[in-house]
């Protein structure tokens, strides 16, 4: 895989890309659009002099027309000269104009152009003299001037008039060439302020990340020291806080696990030696062959047979290889179902199970996983009830969902501690635990089945005063 460039150096690129198109754009429009565009300005200021001396013209008040004349003349530095059919001049504006040295025959060919191209024509002439002389349209010498003359011809009450309107264009080389040598001296400036921007953008964000880059790399180590310094700016400051709190996930998963280890060895070890230790008594000696015996080794193999269950079904979900199956069922009936099995712990260790359930709830979800998620609620609360020894159970139905609730009165959860119970390593210590044949993965198996349902689950606790599971699931789909 190609390797890809540093930040600071992308930044140079950019910068100086940037730079270079900003001049080049500049020299395009000060040097080589310049005369055109000027050209084009012109042409425009012409045409619109000549619209406002025709509309001035067609009103038939002289003095308007004179005033007009004067303003466009002053305004637009062109000069206007208006003739009638007749050779005489209407009006007289600025007499030294090139306009007034134009003979009759000049004037009659302009004449004859404008009605040949719907009595309007533009001429353009190179060098100073009569507008469109010989051989000098449209052509001129470096450094020569350009002459611009439109020609009208207006229909009034009192006849047809001409209306000629001349501008001239100023030679632009001189300023093209000051132009290209102030682009120089622009560009020179430009490309140091570039590189002064460059240098001052490096140090503020690309020093900073590689900074953090370089104190990232202990992460696997479940260490992230910020430096103060790297907090420059908010993104910085952002991406520091995230390391640090991903280095202390990683402490935490990592002793998690350790401790999940710690907890699987053990909850394996003990079924297994009772085990061995109950084969070894009744292969030792025929008298202890007995049903309660074996009852104790079909207990503990059971024991191992809920763990290694547990552990694979957190396999299957972590890898997302569970499809759900879901039908209607009544929850009603699955809920009673499975209360009777706890029944053992009511005659042995006087629970007092309470079940308060509205009749035929029917939900659609897949039956045996939400089966899987109840028996793993009233585990939990078996477990944490302490000293009360009292659980209820309560199913009933809120708008389109159905809810139910696991409630124990033990000892409650932090409320630091609330988030923590559902991950797959966590485990309150053992010494406030009820033992029991639980792997400690049950409420994470819980939350990851409720997730593939996509419903809504949690848990409600107070410290001393017990705690209550729950989840909805959604009312039954008609068939």
């Known amino acids: 895989m190609k390797k890809k460039s540093s930040l600071k150096w992308?930044?140079?690129?950019?910068?100086?890309t940037f730079a270079a198109g900003l001049i080049v754009l500049l020299t395009v429009f000060?040097?080589?659009?310049?005369?055109?565009m000027y050209e084009r300005y012109k042409r425009d200021t012409v045409k619109k002099a000549g619209d406002e001396v025709v509309e001035a013209l067609q009103t038939g008040n002289e003095d308007d027309l004179d005033t007009v004349i004067w303003k466009v003349s002053?305004?637009?530095d062109t000069c206007v000269r208006i003739i009638d059919t007749s050779g005489a001049d209407q009006v007289t504006g600025n007499m030294g104009c090139v306009l007034y040295r134009m003979n009759v025959r000049e004037i009659l060919d302009q004449y004859a152009l404008a009605r040949d191209n719907g009595n309007e024509y533009f001429s353009s002439s190179a060098g100073i003299g009569?507008?469109?002389?010989p051989g000098k349209e449209g052509r001129r010498d470096e450094g020569e001037m350009k002459n611009l003359t439109l020609t009208r011809i207006v229909d009034t009450e009192d006849g047809t008039s001409i209306v000629l309107v001349y501008a001239g264009l100023s030679p632009v080389n001189a300023t093209i060439s000051t132009l290209r040598l102030q682009i120089v001296y622009i560009g020179i400036i430009v490309i140091l302020a570039m590189i002064l921007l460059t240098w001052i953008m490096n140090r503020r964000i690309a020093t900073p990340l590689i900074q953090i880059n370089d104190a990232a790399k202990t992460l696997p180590e479940g260490t992230y020291e910020i430096d103060p310094k790297t907090n420059q700016y908010q993104e910085a400051q952002e991406l520091n806080e995230t390391l640090a709190q991903a280095a202390a996930d990683i402490q935490k998963a990592d002793k998690a696990k350790r401790d999940l280890i710690a907890n699987v060895s053990h909850d394996l070890r003990t079924p297994l030696t009772m085990i061995r230790g109950y084969g070894e008594m009744m292969r030792d000696l025929p008298g202890e062959k007995t049903d309660e015996n074996l009852e104790v080794i079909i207990n503990e193999s059971n024991r191992l047979k809920y763990l290694v269950d547990d552990l694979l079904d957190l396999s299957?979900?972590?890898?997302?290889v569970?499809?759900?199956h879901q039908t209607n069922f009544s929850l009603t009936e699955l809920i009673q179902r499975n209360v009777a099995k706890y029944n053992y712990y009511h005659v042995q260790d006087q629970f007092e199970i309470k079940t308060d359930c509205e009749a035929d709830l029917m939900v659609y979800a897949d039956e045996s996983r939400i089966e899987q998620v109840f028996n793993n609620f009233m585990t939990n609360a078996i477990n944490y009830s302490g000293d009360s020894r009292v659980i209820e159970v309560r199913c009933f139905k809120t708008g389109d969902r159905v809810r139910t609730e696991v409630q124990d009165f033990g000892t409650g959860i932090d409320s630091d501690k609330i988030n923590d119970i559902w991950d797959r390593y966590y485990k309150i210590d053992r010494e406030h635990v009820r033992q029991s044949?639980?792997?400690?993965?049950?409420l994470n198996i819980c939350r990851k089945i409720l997730d593939l349902h996509k419903v809504p689950y949690g848990v409600s606790s107070k410290l001393n005063e017990g705690s209550t599971f729950w989840f909805e699931l959604p009312v039954s789909k008609p068939e």
Do not use: F, H, M
């Not at 299957?316 to 997302?320: D, F, I, S």
């Open 437 to 442: 044949d639980s792997s400690g993965l049950g």
């Open 316 to 320: 299957k979900l972590e890898e997302q």
């Open 30 to 36: 000060q040097t080589v659009l310049l005369e055109p």
């Open 130 to 133: 009569i507008p469109g002389g």
């Open 74 to 76: 002053a305004e637009n």
């Open 322 to 324: 569970i499809e759900l």
């Open 10 to 16: 992308k930044i140079a690129r950019y910068l100086l």
